[in-house]
């Protein structure tokens, strides 16, 4: 299995891309492209003081200071592995073998192993170097690597099965927290996969309605001004969806996977639920956009299910794709307008590795500042795009949901017409303050074995390891007024 988002120098690099006209040629290892935002044709925006006003009134609404994300799930590892790029690569790619190990013995052999390449280990990680010297030892030290994976997984996974995670999507939605449920797995290799995965997400839709039949009336996750938003929420990955998903022959991984994600459309529309396509890594950019517009514009899905998809604001030419979304949603009425979720991108290291490789230049910004400024410039051009979209603002990033409400509102728009989405075990603290202000939050619930959620838990490390995430800024102390500056 591959898996998309991966340390390349882990996972190597199985697909073949061909280079796009945008994909200028430069030298390898360009440190960094000129910032080449173009802004999309979007009038409104909100004065700086008043997306200050509103980081701040959410931020006041943040849980205990003590609570936070990254304490919580660092376990020491995290911190270790932020502040040295050799612990980095052994923590990934021990966490990468883990699902593989077949005994503590093996588990404690590959940690010792990995933890070799370390130049300059610090004194806790001496002591399981020693560990692993005698039997015993390793039974020990396996055990505890193995519980603190576990534990570092469980953080994010809300449970290996829908069915197990159903108290925590009752009790989020008690709490006025809204869901999308993901199903771990993606990149299938073979085609019985796909469909296993096909199966299992039409086993969750019916599942989901029977978690969120009983449960009571929460208005704001409900409704808002284009009409009836669906309780049941489904997030899927065209990757997962057939074997045939590659860069050089898009037509075949979309043919394929078409069949699948039409069924599941199909399903959701008579369940009347709604059916996120995620977006993957940029070879698939092109095919899964492409997918998921044609089979809307289908007559049979003209008035359902709900759906939508992702716009990556970290891909140097998502405003153009932006515009395309746009007019497509313009020119294709539904009974449901067709729900965008804004995201910078979950595979930044990862393009950036590709690209190098090639000697292209990456499809994504290469200063994070440049991202932030994107995702702000498409948000208002998303939300003067509605009622053709609805939008979601995907992200952990307070002023970059701060911009967006204040943004909403100089707009003249309500509150409840626009979405903010975290994921599990990283918003936690963010979904609560967004609720208590009575604003509509949805929460990203993976569902999975750990084996399957590997690929999901290595992005999330990697955000959390990386010096220039929000998170990371935010542990580290930054003031408020820093953390809300423009960026
Ligand atoms: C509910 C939900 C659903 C999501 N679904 C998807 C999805 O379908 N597909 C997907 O790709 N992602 C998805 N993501 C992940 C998302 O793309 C981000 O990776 C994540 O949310 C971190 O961004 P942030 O705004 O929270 O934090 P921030 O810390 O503000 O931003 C971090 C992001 O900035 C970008 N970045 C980091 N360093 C640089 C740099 N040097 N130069 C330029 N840009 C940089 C990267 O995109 C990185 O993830 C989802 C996130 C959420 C909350």
Same mark, same amino acid.
């Given at each position: 299995m591959r898996f998309p988002g991966h340390p390349p #120098? %882990?996972?190597?690099? #199985?697909? /073949?891309?061909?280079?796009?006209?945008? /994909? %200028?040629?430069? #030298?390898?290892?360009?440190?960094?492209?000129? #910032?080449?935002?173009? $802004?999309?044709?979007?009038?409104s925006s909100a004065s700086e003081a008043d997306i200050l006003a509103v980081g701040r009134d959410l931020a006041a609404a943040l849980p205990g200071a003590s609570r936070n994300p990254l304490k919580a799930i660092d376990d020491k590892a995290m911190d270790l592995a932020s502040q040295d790029a050799e612990m980095r690569a052994a923590l990934f790619r021990f966490v990468d073998v883990v699902p593989a190990c077949r005994s503590l013995d093996d588990l404690a052999r590959h940690l010792s192993g990995f933890l070799e390449e370390v130049g300059d280990r610090p004194p806790s990680l001496q002591v399981a170097m020693r560990m692993s010297e005698s039997k015993a030892g390793r039974q020990a030290l396996g055990a505890a690597a193995a519980a603190g994976v576990k534990h570092m997984a469980h953080r994010f996974i809300v449970g290996e099965t829908p069915r197990e995670a159903t108290g925590v999507l009752e009790d989020l939605w008690r709490k006025g927290v809204a869901t999308s449920v993901d199903l771990l797995g993606e990149a299938t290799v073979t085609t019985a996969e796909a469909d296993r995965y096909a199966v299992r997400c039409a086993e969750a839709l019916d599942g989901l309605v029977d978690v969120y039949r009983s449960l009571p009336e929460r208005p704001a996750l409900e409704a808002d001004s284009a009409g009836r938003i669906p309780r049941e929420n489904l997030s899927v990955k065209v990757s997962a969806l057939t074997p045939l998903l590659r860069a050089d022959a898009p037509e075949l991984g979309k043919r394929d996977a078409a069949v699948r994600l039409r069924d599941l459309l199909r399903r959701a529309r008579e369940l009347d639920a709604h059916l996120h396509i995620d977006m993957e890594s940029f070879d698939s950019r092109e095919a899964v956009t492409d997918l998921v517009l044609e089979l809307l514009s289908e007559d049979e899905f003209r008035e359902g299910p709900s759906a939508g998809l992702v716009l990556q604001a970290y891909l140097r030419d998502s405003p153009e794709l932006c515009e395309r979304i746009v007019t497509w949603a313009q020119a294709t009425p539904r009974g449901y307008p067709l729900l965008v979720r804004l995201v910078k991108g979950a595979y930044w290291d990862h393009e950036i590795v590709e690209a190098r490789q090639h000697g292209w230049q990456s499809p994504v910004f290469e200063v994070k500042a440049d991202s932030d400024r994107n995702f702000e410039a498409l948000t208002r051009r998303l939300l003067e795009a509605r009622p053709a979209v609805r939008v979601a603002i995907a992200s952990h990033n307070l002023r970059s949901i701060a911009h967006a409400l204040a943004a909403n509102r100089a707009m003249g728009g309500d509150d409840g017409d626009v $979405?903010?989405?975290?994921?599990?075990?990283?918003? !936690? !603290?963010?979904?609560?303050?967004?609720?208590?202000?009575?604003?509509?939050?949805?929460?990203?619930?993976?569902?999975? !074995? %750990?084996?399957?959620?590997?690929?999901?838990?290595?992005?999330?490390? %990697? $955000?959390?390891?990386?010096? $220039?995430?929000?998170l990371h800024e935010q542990a580290a102390g930054r003031s408020l007024d820093d953390l809300l500056a423009a960026p």
């Open positions: #120098s %882990l996972a190597g690099n #199985s697909r /073949q891309r061909t280079p796009r006209p945008q /994909q %200028l040629c430069v #030298s390898a290892g360009t440190a960094s492209a000129p #910032s080449d935002i173009v $802004e999309p044709v979007a009038t $979405e903010v989405q975290v994921l599990r075990g990283l918003g !936690d !603290d963010l979904q609560a303050a967004l609720a208590k202000r009575g604003l509509r939050v949805r929460t990203y619930c993976p569902v999975g !074995d %750990l084996v399957a959620g590997m690929a999901y838990l290595v992005r999330r490390l %990697l $955000e959390n390891t990386s010096n $220039e995430s929000f």
